[in-house]
């Protein structure tokens, strides 16, 4: 069974799931009751609109729809018992490192230690602009965020002189219930390859053709930068994801197993853009794919 090895989640599908916090709380506690482990959502603040850029090439727009990744999590910590909750990932240098800090710690408490944030240094310069953040220096900021965050969450108060913080004598209250929360790390960047085996407990890969599109190099690069490090690669985690649009269901069962051959830890489903037209239609599907692999 693919539990044995590899943790099986659920991502939320965001884009498609609407505003209903009744049809929310559905899926999460069905997700939930089909056994898996954990529920993985994305992260954009603000979507570009298209009228006045007609070159845009970004994957989302001001028409896609995305629930705040921490109030979400503050209502579906109440509303499921077991369920980790998951950012895949939260656009880091965008934010705040203080109020992410403080934010995360809350999610952590409220459910009682199921948070794994997942952060990254994104993609759209339209974000950065409106958030009022250095679109250029994302990733060295990234850096000194995870080392502030990390500190933050495991003593009362700090003094911090860096770069880009500054912080005396003070610290958040209530710490969370995990100190520190984990930090898994998303993109395939030379450089976030390189953060990820320096500062994360984990690892994103976008790869959805595992065998083809250069995986299995880049989880070799991984493991010999964690060795170079002073780190176990065995006790370091990667969530692949299972994108039902792209794998035929006759082949399910065997991309999980390639996952689990390159030391995924934990794999994602996703059913977002296959045109379902109920959250019931992607529920059923998730007890689909939960079944295939279980076999």
């Known amino acids: 069974m693919l539990e044995r090895s590899m943790q099986l989640g659920a991502i939320l599908p965001q884009t498609e799931i609407g505003n209903d916090p009744d049809v929310i709380r559905t899926y999460a506690q069905a997700v939930e009751a089909m056994g898996y482990r954990h529920v993985l959502v994305y992260d954009h603040v603000l979507g570009a609109g298209t009228a006045t850029r007609p070159d845009w090439r970004g994957p989302y727009t001001s028409e896609s729809p995305f629930h705040e990744p921490f109030v979400l999590f503050?209502?579906?910590?109440g509303c499921t018992r077991t369920l980790e909750l998951v950012t895949g990932v939260i656009i880091l240098p965008q934010r705040q490192t203080a109020?992410?800090?403080k934010q995360a710690a809350e999610v952590d408490v409220l459910s009682r230690g199921r948070l794994r944030l997942g952060v990254g240094v994104g993609w759209n310069p339209v974000e950065y602009e409106a958030l009022g953040e250095d679109f250029h220096t994302r990733g060295r900021r990234c850096d000194e965020q995870i080392e502030v965050l990390r500190r933050l969450w495991t003593q009362p108060t700090i003094t911090y002189r860096g770069r880009w913080h500054t912080i005396t004598d003070a610290g958040i209250n209530?710490?969370?219930v995990q100190r520190p929360i984990p930090i898994w790390i998303g993109g395939e960047s030379p450089a976030a390859m390189r953060r990820a085996a320096r500062l994360g407990d984990g690892?994103?890969?976008?790869?959805q053709r595992p065998l083809e599109d250069g995986t299995v190099e880049r989880i070799a690069q991984l493991q010999a930068l964690l060795r170079e490090a002073g780190r176990d690669p065995a006790t370091f985690g990667i969530e692949a994801r299972l994108t039902v649009s792209r794998v035929p269901a006759a082949q399910w069962s065997s991309y999980a197993a390639t996952w689990r051959q390159l030391g995924a830890s934990h794999l994602s489903v996703n059913t977002m853009g296959l045109g379902l037209a109920s959250i019931d239609e992607h529920l059923a599907l998730l007890q689909r794919v939960r079944r295939a692999l279980d076999a």
């Open 74 to 77: 503050g209502y579906l910590a």
């Open 99 to 101: 109020l992410v800090a």
């Open 174 to 176: 209530p710490l969370p």
């Open 203 to 207: 690892w994103f890969p976008q790869s």
